[in-house]
Structures are given as C-alpha cells and as structure tokens.
C-alpha cells in the first residue's frame, strides 16, 4: 500500500497545515497526525516513514486510537504527551503490526487550535543511542517537573530575547500556547504602553543583573493583567547570554489594595472623602501666599432632632441625601467631604469670596428642599462656615480650622446662617487657640492656684469649711477670670483636668492643714464638679485623691449646679448615690437659678443647698421670698442651706432669722491662699466637729 504524501490532492487542508506547523516533511522521518475525535485522539493522517516503521496499512493507521500505538501509557500520560500548549518529547514502546513493543523517541507538536497534533517518531537504534535519549529523557521530566508543570509562570531565554521556552503557567496567564510565545512572539503579550520598560530590563538582565519590572500583559481575549516580571541572568555555553524570568500576577492584589485604599479615605455611608482624604486635597492644593482656595464647612442644624425622634436609619438617610444635593449642587471640580457626623466641607479652587458666598447661598437653598423620612416632610438646614485663603494663612489646615471657626459663628447667629470669617473673628478665634494651649500647660504644669473662702455657721459665726476657688494668673495676660477659663475649659476637653487638679490639690491641703494646725485645722473642703465631671469615672476619683493623701470621705464636699444634674437627671442620681456610699457629702450649687423638678429633688442624694447670691442680694431691697422659700423648702427635705454671696450684716442676720444653716460672703471673709488661710482659721478659735 503506498502512504499518502503531503502533496497528494485528496488531503485535506488542514492537515497538511498541521504538518509544516511543526516540521518539514520527509520520508525518513515517520509523521503521523493526531487529532481529537469526540473523547478520543485518532490518526488522520501518516507518511511513508511512518508506515515502514510501524508496518502498518495506511488504512489502518488512519483509523487507530493514539493510545493503541503507545500501550504503556496511562490515560493521564497520554493527557501529557497530547498537551495544548507546548510540544512534548518522550522516549516510549511502540506497537509496531507485529505486536512487538519497539523503542522510539517521540515528539508531539501542538497546531494552533490545539485539536491536532503532528506526532514524529525515531527508532532509537543502538544501545548508545538509547543510554543518551534515557538521559535526555530524565532531564526532560526534571525540567518538566521544575519549570512546566510549576504554578509559577517561567520564561527561558538561552539567547537574547529569544525564548526557548514557557511553561504552562505562563499559557494560562495569557491564554496562548506555548508555539505562539517561543522566539519572540511573547513580546506580543507585552502591554504596548509598557513595552520599552520590559525591553530595558531585559537588556540589564542579559548584561548579568537581577531586575523587575511591574507591567500588563494581554490576554488573547483581550484582558489585562498587572504583574511583576522578575528577570536574572543565564549563561548557556556554547550559546550565549539568556534570561530566566519568573511573572507574578498582582491584579487582584492591586484590586484588593485599591479597595482598602478608598476605604481608609472615604466615608461608607456616603461614599464621600473623609477627613483624612481632605486634609491630603488641601494640602496638596495649598500655596502661602496664592490665594483662590476656599473651603465651606457645614453643620445640619437639628440633626439630633431627627436622630432622637425618627430614628438612626432616618439619620442616615438624611445624611445620604444631603450628600447627594451637595454632589449635585458644587461646581464641577470641587471638592465635597464629609468631616464628621453631620459636618460636610465643600473645597472650591480659584474662587473670590462672592462666588463663594453665592455658591453657599445656593447649597443652602438646596438643602432646604422637603425630603421624606419616617413618614414626616422634614427640610434640611445648614449653619455654613466660609473661609477665602489670604496671605495670613500660612498652612493649609489654618483654611479648614477657619471655616470650621466661621461655621460656629454662623451657629452662634441663630442657624441656619452663612458666615464668613473676617480679620477680627479670625483674631480672635485663634488668639481663644492660644489660651487653650496655654490652659492645657498650666494644668499639666499646677500652675493654676487655689484660694479658699470659709463657710461660717449662721448660729455662731464660727468658720466651719471652706470653698475651694480655682484662680489663673497668667504671666502676660494677668489674672484670668474663672467665668472666662471654666467654659474654655469645658469646651476644649480640659475640664477632667481642671477637675481633677481642684480636687487633689484641695485633698493636699486639707493635709496639710492637718499636719500645720491640728484640731484647728478646717474639717471640710467643698469642691466645684463640672456638668461634663458628673459621670461613672468620677467616683473613682474622688476615692484615688482621698487615699493619696491619706483623708477620710467626711473632709469632702462635692457641689454640683442645679443645671448640672438636670442635663440627665437619672444618670446624675446614680453618680451622686455612688459619691453618698463612699461617704462624702453633695451639695447643690446656685440652687434656684435652674428648671429643676422640686418632685425629683426629694429622691436625689444630697445634703445641701447652696442658696444662688442673686437671691441673697434681693435681702438689701426688702425682698425675701425666694430666699425664704428655699430656706424653707430645704428645711422640709432635712438638707441644710448655705447662703451665698453675704454682703452686710444685715442680710447675715436676715439669713439667721430665715433659718439659713450656714453663710459665705465677702462681708464675713474673702478668698484667700492656703498660708493665709492656715493663719486666718489660727486665729478664729476652733472650728465647730
């Protein structure tokens, strides 16, 4: 039978382009072609070297299962001598027509659809040959096993640029076969944006470095894929200088970093730039002395109404929804922020102060509109902050502490306002900056003082306690009155501080006294607390200062003003049942001058009210019925009363006549430093137990 030859008319086409794909045609060589029929590989085709190898018809050939040729292989085997992507090179036993198992050197050449395969077989003929394709052989599986079947994706240049090989991880990174790649047909992989970046660090490879180089590469299918190719130095003698590059994928790592990324700089619930990413956008944005940046900070006004009444989830929405008006109302280009709970800043690049203004105006008129939330209209409104950058900012966080300045004096206007900081509200905003600073080091540094006033029985006149009275002389600015540093205090977050260095220095003292007058030492100090003092840590406190300084509870008072305790009456009752269990006692300061319920007076834990001095003032023109109702009131409950503000001896005696327990004013002794104190009570007689 003679074999079909490539030349022959009735071959169909694509086999014989399956067959000058991989090597040219000659009869000393046996080709045959493999191609996938259903489930299984056949022969479609064979030349005349084949069939003297083999000695089969050429009919029968045409018809034979791959695996029928090569019975010592296993299915899996079988898999990789018919591999998709590359060419494979095994030694294996032939069945030749005879039934006899002849050895011979096979290679499989993959078309590039990857359903056929050109298949070469040599009979190795002698004994050397056979010891030189065993080795070669072996070192194929090695190298098969390190590099092809790695999931690391591997280029092998033993020359230039030219690849002389790609594993299987590579073809399936970029969805080619291996014959597509081998020379320098893997240069088409290569993003063309990043080409000549990947064309350099070859060269640098090929001259002896170790290099890498991030870049995409190309699917076949068209996707991009972000890497990392890191290319080292190969010698092959008798060759030349090549490369071995190995390719790390980073496009979902890249993703995940992208993700985490916005994150940390937006906020989640309106998917607007946080205070991290603001600060980074005006930073970069700044420039002393250039002016035409300007910020817009704005505060909802009500926004706890919403949150109280309707809810946390009807808060959100309306903070979405105000995020979304805001989007839609700035110009193109701006910035919108969230800065925190219900505050939003709007960043605008070369603008003057009228077009900020008005851009202002017409974000607040946005904002007005009615939304729906919970089944009630509500429309949003906002006290705005506006600043313009001049020459005094010199940094670029001054521009958002300015219009967060210039917000708070929109607040103060009524709501719902624009305002925009002028020179002299910037003056003093930051000169208040000042005095904050200069609090916060006095407190660290003790170098505030106290002055101490007596509280004297109403019956005898004997002094019976003292007032502690925090004072400030600041070495520029003077004395600083407490009615200016106690609200600064507490509107800084210094008032713990403040709090905490009253009463330890008061608890000091009272040692002290101890220590200088004995018995005639003062046996009670009261101690002012802060409405921000009054919560669960307090107690603790008041336990740590007495132990330091080794006093029983007795010596301490705590007062607390009216207003104070009503801001959260039931919490108030539970620190003040706490303080009464550690045994001190609690006075109620400026007693009067609040809206508190005389119901829930009755239930509250305390010993003492301290008549507020605008009553005791009221003495001198004749009128004492606030005074006296308190007096009174207070005698029902079992409280005792101190009376402030004692001017005259005459009010003192009215105060007597009234039932007031106790008196503390000017006209009977005035504030004064530990050491006078220590010498006054000296010379005052005992105090009563």
Request: contains cysteine.
């Amino acid at each position: 039978m003679t074999a079909v030859s490539a030349s022959d008319d009735h071959v169909p086409p694509e086999i014989v382009s399956s067959v000058f794909y991989s090597a040219s045609v000659s009869d000393s060589l046996a080709l045959l072609v493999a191609e996938t029929s259903g489930r299984t590989q056949r022969f479609a085709w064979a030349n005349e070297g084949a069939v003297q190898l083999l000695g089969y018809g050429l009919e029968d050939l045409c018809a034979m299962p791959v695996e029928q040729l090569f019975p010592t292989l296993g299915g899996g085997e079988l898999k990789l001598l018919l591999r998709r992507e590359r060419s494979a090179r095994r030694t294996l036993h032939v069945r030749t027509a005879s039934g006899a198992l002849v050895e011979a050197g096979v290679l499989t050449t993959p078309s590039p659809g990857g359903r056929r395969w050109t298949v070469m077989l040599r009979s190795t003929a002698n004994e050397q040959e056979r010891a030189l394709r065993a080795t070669a052989d072996a070192h194929e599986r090695r190298f098969s096993a390190l590099t092809e079947r790695s999931p690391v994706p591997t280029l092998l240049s033993e020359q230039g640029m030219r690849l002389a090989h790609v594993n299987d991880a590579f073809c399936g990174l970029v969805g080619r076969g291996a014959e597509q790649m081998l020379g320098t047909g893997w240069i088409d992989t290569v993003h063309t944006d990043d080409l000549d970046a990947v064309i350099e660090q070859v060269s640098a490879a090929l001259d002896g470095g170790e290099v890498e180089v991030q870049a995409r590469l190309v699917r076949d299918d068209g996707t991009v894929r972000t890497t990392i190719i890191r290319f080292a130095h190969l010698f092959t003698p008798g060759v030349g200088a090549g490369f071995v590059a190995t390719i790390e994928d980073i496009t979902e790592r890249l993703a995940f970093e992208a993700r985490l990324a916005h994150q940390a700089h937006h906020d989640p619930l309106t998917e607007l730039p946080n205070r991290t990413l603001l600060a980074q956008y005006v930073a970069e944005r700044f420039r002393p002395g250039v002016g035409g940046l300007a910020c817009l900070f704005l505060d909802l006004d009500n926004f706890k109404v919403v949150n109280d009444s309707l809810g946390h989830t009807a808060g959100d929405e309306l903070l979405i929804e105000v995020a979304n008006r805001l989007r839609a109302t700035v110009r193109p280009g701006d910035l919108v922020a969230r800065f925190g709970g219900d505050e939003f800043v709007v960043v605008c690049e070369q603008v003057d102060e009228e077009a900020v203004v008005a851009l202002a105006e017409r974000i607040a008129a946005a904002l007005a509109r009615p939304l729906r939330l919970g089944g009630v209209d509500v429309r949003p409104h906002a006290s705005v902050g506006v600043t313009v950058q001049t020459a005094d900012h010199v940094a670029a966080e001054e521009l958002i502490r300015d219009c967060d300045i210039a917000m708070y004096q929109a607040k103060a206007g009524g709501k719902g306002r624009i305002s925009v900081l002028d020179q002299a509200g910037r003056a003093e905003a930051r000169d208040k900056l000042r005095m904050v600073t200069e609090l916060r080091d006095a407190i660290d540094n003790r170098e505030l003082t106290l002055l101490y006033q007596p509280i004297f029985s109403t019956a005898d006149r004997t002094p019976v306690a003292v007032e502690s009275l925090a004072r400030w002389q600041h070495p520029e600015r003077g004395p600083i009155s407490p009615t200016v540093f106690v609200p600064l205090a507490e509107e800084s977050g210094l008032i713990a501080g403040l709090g905490l260095f009253v009463l330890d220095e008061t608890c000091r003292q009272l040692a002290e006294w101890d220590r200088l007058m004995g018995a005639a030492a003062p046996r009670r100090a009261n101690v002012n607390v802060s409405a921000l003092q009054l919560d669960g840590n307090l107690p603790a406190q008041v336990v740590a200062a007495l132990q330091r300084h080794g006093l029983q509870a007795s010596r301490i008072s705590i007062e607390i003003t009216e207003s104070a305790l009503m801001k959260d009456p039931q919490s108030a009752q539970q620190v003040l049942q706490q303080l009464r269990d550690i045994g001190v006692d609690l006075a109620i300061d400026d007693f009067g001058t609040g809206y508190s319920s005389l119901a829930y007076l009755r239930h509250l834990p305390v010993d003492c009210l301290k008549v507020d001095r605008s009553f005791v003032a009221e003495l001198s023109d004749g009128h004492s019925e606030i005074a006296s109702a308190v007096i009174a009131m207070a005698r029902n409950l079992n409280l005792s009363t101190v009376a402030e503000g004692v001017e005259t001896t005459e009010q003192a005696d009215e105060l007597q006549r009234l039932g007031a327990t106790y008196l503390q004013g000017f006209s009977l002794a005035e504030p004064m430093t530990g050491g006078h104190a220590a010498a006054w009570f000296a010379t005052h007689g005992e105090t009563a137990p």
